[in-house]
């Protein structure tokens, strides 16, 4: 067997993410089928609040309901996709994240505050490009099974760790096309967040 079919957290770009405590509220965090892979399902904290002692605070905020992939031979996470609820935290993820995305990635982001009827690319450093979309009173999850034309009936039966591979390599191979828009540009035609906790009205 395969060393690298039990590739562990600390193997991967997730460990120094997790050295850094930005990994929160995990719902899968194991390898994947595909040997030298590793997975995680949770939040990424992109900002925390000042400590006081060593009392314990949330992050100020994160990338939340993340699905991505991490690949040991790379270090590198090809995939991930997660809900931010503010655009203008797009250059967090950048710095945050910037050293581990590469250029021929995918990187879905849902965001809050974004026109329902709008798409965009968005440029990050380093030649990575951010495919931002609305998030349409739903979960990534499921916005995702929905972007990539998978049925929810299609990974029933598979475990996590095989349902999150499954739906990343669809997202991985998916036609993302959408116009470019630069970060500034981004920010400035921005809508106000929404309350998430308040129904929209009809």
Not at 59 to 68: D, F, K, M, N
Not at 80 to 101: C, I
Not at 174 to 197: Q, S
């Amino acid at each position: 067997m395969s060393t690298l079919s039990a590739v562990r957290l600390e193997d991967t770009a997730f460990g120094t993410l997790a050295a850094q405590h930005r990994l929160l509220n995990a719902v899968l965090k194991e390898p994947l089928p595909r040997a030298g892979t590793f997975g995680f399902r949770g939040d990424i904290a992109l900002a925390f609040q000042d400590q006081v002692a060593d009392e314990a605070r949330p992050p100020a905020y994160s990338v939340e309901q993340v699905l991505a992939v991490a690949d040991s031979a790379t270090g590198k996470i090809p995939v991930l996709a997660g809900y931010l609820h503010n655009f203008a935290w797009l250059k967090d993820v950048g710095d945050v994240l910037g050293d581990v995305l590469v250029p021929e990635g995918t990187y879905v982001f849902f965001v809050n505050n974004i026109d329902f009827l709008k798409k965009y690319s968005v440029p990050l450093p380093g030649g990575v490009i951010a495919r931002v979309l609305p998030l349409d009173e739903s979960t990534v999850w499921k916005e995702t099974l929905e972007l990539v034309g998978i049925d929810k009936n299609d990974v029933k039966k598979m475990n996590g760790a095989g349902k999150l591979e499954y739906v990343l390599d669809a997202l991985a191979g998916a036609k993302l096309e959408f116009p470019m828009l630069g970060y500034e540009d981004g920010v400035a035609i921005m809508e106000p967040v929404r309350n998430r906790n308040e129904n929209r009205p009809v």
